[in-house]
């Protein structure tokens, strides 16, 4: 069975989403706990439209994972190589600890790009982290969501959510942003609560479908 079960994690938990505030840079976006509490809503021009194609497409990807997941293609990333392993069942992996990040992604019928989803794999059960990139036919991105699981001193346990919109020319115009506590789930979380835990591990965002290709090259 492929390892893309955890990516019907990210699915169920855009429930928790509220909207909420972040800056971007040219090849990530710093998403600073404490800085949560801004609003980032620029009311573009045509934002509608934007964010609609963006959950339009991600309805398209989840259907896929859902339905036919055939069409999802693993790869893996070891510690020691940026290059991408595809492999058929991620259990075919003699030597686990040695794999940095797997990889689920779903193509266009022409090949290209159109969904990422990135999995560090960390070497506890104490965090987890999903990483999902849309893009369209012409390899650019139009929604990247982040999903953190995370524990802290066995005392609260953290999914942290954002998602991020882009418009044509890769800058974020809109962000949805939403943390609970899973072992108080009543409780309202100051998102400064999650700063200091390790499993908020830095990652990138590839605001292209060249630059990751470039970034991870196939073998």
Same mark, same amino acid.
């Given at each position: ?20 505030g972040k800056e971007t840079g040219k090849y990530g976006i710093n998403d600073k706990a404490s ?19 963006a959950e339009a497409l991600q309805s398209k990807v989840d259907d896929i994972f859902m339905k ?73 991105? !139009? ?11 066995? !005392? ?16 974020? !115009? ?46």
């Amino acid at each position: 069975m492929k390892r893309i079960a955890i990516f019907a994690a990210s699915v169920m938990l855009a429930a928790v989403f509220a909207s909420c505030g972040k800056e971007t840079g040219k090849y990530g976006i710093n998403d600073k706990a404490s800085d949560e509490v801004k609003v980032f809503d620029k009311k573009v021009e045509g934002e509608a439209d934007l964010i609609d194609k963006a959950e339009a497409l991600q309805s398209k990807v989840d259907d896929i994972f859902m339905k036919n997941n055939v069409y999802v293609e693993l790869y893996v990333e070891m510690k020691d190589d940026n290059s991408l392993i595809k492999v058929d069942n991620f259990d075919d992996i003699k030597d686990k600890s040695k794999v940095a990040k797997t990889y689920n992604i779903v193509r266009y019928e022409n090949g290209a790009l159109m969904n990422l989803t990135e999995m560090p794999n960390p070497a506890g059960r104490e965090f987890e982290n999903i990483y999902n990139s849309l893009y369209d036919e012409q390899g650019n991105i !139009v929604k990247f969501q982040r999903v953190s699981r995370f524990t802290i001193e066995q !005392v609260s346990q953290f999914i942290e959510t954002s998602a991020y919109y882009f418009d044509k020319n890769h800058e974020a !115009v809109k962000k949805d942003y939403g943390i609970i506590d899973l072992l108080n789930m009543d409780r309202v979380v100051n998102p400064g609560e999650a700063e200091s835990s390790p499993g908020r591990i830095q990652y990138d965002v590839f605001l292209t479908a060249k630059d990751f290709n470039e970034a991870h090259p196939l073998k």
